[in-house]
């Protein structure tokens, strides 16, 4: 018999198409859904969502903020985001209250507790970035997220006016 008949072939890693590696656009999109689903995953056992994270920073940047304009910010649909701010105000991350100039609007800011959990959901990002971006060094990762940053501003309007005015060309 031939020895090399009985050995069991393990499968084949399924891959990417060639092609699909040639594109930017597909590697960005790739990539973004891994670093979502890991973030998730560890957000998710820590008790939060990633919306957390995005309301609580937005928050902490001071003003206080209309829970439409947070929806808009963050680009979710006001009920869900009430979903959200019920989950956060029960935890006593963020306190909401009627708006003194209108008082149809509630306005939302985040407390002393919010401030603590931001805290640690910054420290688990950066656990999680340095994992994804090892491969990367230092210069290299300040680079990727320049070129991202210039980017985001071209394509997202959110993003555009939260970095400031861009650099002299």
Not at 50 to 56: A, E, G, K
Not at 77 to 100: H, K, Y
Request: charged fraction near 25%; include cysteine; glycine fraction near 8%.
């Amino acid at each position: 018999m031939n020895p090399s008949a009985t050995q069991i072939v393990p499968p084949r890693k399924h891959r990417v198409a060639k092609e699909l590696l040639k594109s930017n656009g597909f590697l960005l999109a790739r990539l973004g859904l891994n670093f979502k689903l890991r973030t998730m995953t560890v957000f998710e056992q820590e008790g939060f969502e990633l919306y957390d994270y995005s309301v609580l920073a937005l928050l902490a940047e001071g003003s206080l903020q209309t829970q439409a304009g947070i929806a808009n910010a963050l680009n979710v649909d006001p009920s869900r985001l009430v979903a959200l701010l019920d989950s956060l105000e029960d935890r006593g991350l963020v306190a909401r209250q009627r708006d003194p100039k209108d008082r149809r609007r509630h306005v939302v800011s985040i407390t002393a507790d919010g401030k603590r959990q931001l805290g640690r959901l910054r420290e688990m990002t950066k656990r999680i970035e340095a994992e994804f971006f090892a491969p990367l060094g230092p210069d290299e990762r300040l680079e990727l997220r320049e070129l991202l940053q210039r980017l985001a501003c071209h394509n997202d309007p959110g993003c555009a006016g939260a970095l400031g005015p861009p650099p002299p060309s």
